[in-house]
């Protein structure tokens, strides 16, 4: 599998109890069949539907040049801190 990329832009500042997950993610990718390049925003129109916390999940990602579909294994963390007591 080609090289995937996960970067995280920012802290999540509001999480609903929709179906649809967004927060500040970028994955990036090339497409193991052609070799272009391409990114979900998943701040975007790109987001996770019902995405379980701490345990592995896949997502596909769709190559618009080719229509390869290739499947990438994602695990979703989401981190608590004690700001001040």
Known sequence: MSKV??????DVRKLSE????????????????CGA??????????????????AP???VVWCPNCDAETPVKLKLT?????VER
């Open 78 to 82: 989401i981190t608590l801190a004690l």
């Open 5 to 10: 990329t996960v970067t995280n832009l920012g």
């Open 57 to 59: 999940f896949e997502i």
């Open 37 to 54: 390049c391409h990114t979900k925003n998943f701040m975007g129109n790109d987001y996770l539907s019902y995405p379980t916390v701490n």
């Open 18 to 33: 929709s179906n649809r997950f967004q927060f500040p993610a970028v994955l990036e990718m090339c497409c193991p069949e």
